[in-house]
């Protein structure tokens, strides 16, 4: 019933941007904290950047500190992903998630916190 579909990516040069976007749907979204991961082939997901749903308290990994920003629109049930400056490092699928905790007004920086992810979305950045 919960659904979380990602859109947005695409194929970047160097040091362009892009903005992905996460719609969710069958969840009190405002309730949920939401985080954006990675994983590229040969790799292990990474936590990119989460944002908590009771008071809008960001996190950004240092890896990409400074180029991405995460942001949550609660009356479109969606949160976002701006990503600007990008390098072909940034390359990865890259999945929303959805943790449904209330007892920690933090995101969680692990994937085994979220309870609900979207299918994914390819971002390539080219040399």
């Known amino acids: 019933q919960v659904q979380l579909v990602e859109s947005g990516g695409g194929l970047v040069q160097a040091g362009g941007s892009l903005r992905l976007s996460c719609a969710t749907s069958g969840l009190t979204f405002s309730t949920y904290h939401m985080g954006w991961f990675r994983q590229a082939p040969g790799k292990k997901r990474e936590f990119v950047a989460g944002i908590t749903g009771r008071s809008g308290i960001t996190y950004v990994s240092d890896s990409v500190k400074g180029r991405f920003t995460i942001f949550r629109d609660n009356a479109k049930n969606s949160v976002y992903l701006q990503m600007n400056s990008l390098k072909p490092e940034d390359t990865a699928v890259y999945y929303c998630?959805?943790?449904?905790?209330?007892?920690?007004?933090?995101?969680?920086?692990?994937?085994?916190?979220?309870?609900?992810w979207g299918q994914g979305t390819q971002v390539t950045v080219s040399s």
């Open positions: 998630a959805a943790d449904r905790t209330s007892l920690a007004d933090a995101v969680g920086l692990s994937g085994s916190a979220y309870d609900y």
